[in-house]
């Protein structure tokens, strides 16, 4: 055992979770993990905001605030295309959680399973962006819409199972809100303040980054996300199942 290892067990008693070690420093493998996923938001928020027609796919706060200006009429802005991010990301979230109580205690197969979902969900989405035309309000748009609504409602259940403070890899509400309430200037000790400026600029550049490559095409960083989605489960996964095996 290391000597952080060991120090972590006298202080609480106990072995340190695996949120807590990837809360501790941001070169852990987790960490790093989920700011790659978190950066694969910002790609699929500037598609669906950008490209399908004012509707989020990750940020379900978002969508429910557009849901009512919607509603609301004279906005311009639809309804239907957030009833369907809404319900999509729910039957994800459904499935995530038979998922989670399935085999959220074996971690690197709970991950596992989870990324090769958001990998073929992303895949199928960035097939139809690049096979059919789109339109925002049209078929395929909604269809999209869908099948990336669906792969973030499985993710979401999966990081809030593991947990790992201001790293949600959709939202950053509470992540600014901790960034600024625990600052020197505010009187706390500023502890975790790089982790979530590391997940306010992943999803940032994220964004920017969607926004760019949408002008070419809307399959673009649709094709970044599930490579990015793809790329982390082929490197995550077996480093944590290398460090399962050594905790056992």
Request: positive net charge; glycine residues 12%; charged residues 10%.
């Amino acid at each position: 055992m290391s000597t952080t290892a060991a120090s972590d067990r006298q202080v609480h008693g106990s072995e340190p979770t695996l949120a807590q070690r990837a809360a501790a420093t941001i070169r852990h493998p987790l960490t790093r993990a989920l700011l790659v996923l978190t950066f694969a938001t910002g790609l699929i928020d500037a598609t669906s905001y950008l490209g399908l027609g004012r509707v989020f796919t990750a940020n379900m706060t978002g969508n429910v605030v557009l849901l009512g200006f919607g509603l609301a009429g004279g906005t311009g802005l639809p309804v239907l295309a957030p009833l369907v991010s809404l319900g999509a990301f729910l039957v994800g979230a459904g499935a995530g959680g038979v998922l989670a109580s399935r085999i959220g205690h074996r971690h690197p197969q709970h991950v596992a399973a989870t990324l090769a979902i958001e990998t073929a969900l992303l895949g199928a989405a960035a097939i139809l962006g690049a096979a059919a035309p789109i339109r925002p309000g049209g078929t395929a748009a909604d269809v999209i819409i869908a099948l990336l609504a669906g792969a973030m409602g499985v993710r979401n259940v999966t990081v809030r199972r593991i947990g790992v403070p201001d790293l949600t890899t959709t939202v950053l509400t509470m992540t600014l809100t901790g960034l600024a309430a625990d600052s020197v200037l505010a009187g706390g000790s500023g502890k975790g303040s790089l982790r979530r400026v590391a997940a306010a600029v992943a999803m940032l550049s994220g964004a920017l980054a969607g926004a760019l490559l949408l002008r070419a095409s809307i399959a673009f960083p649709l094709v970044a996300a599930t490579g990015l989605a793809l790329v982390t489960w082929l490197v995550y996964v077996p480093a944590a199942r290398r460090a399962e095996r050594r905790s056992q």
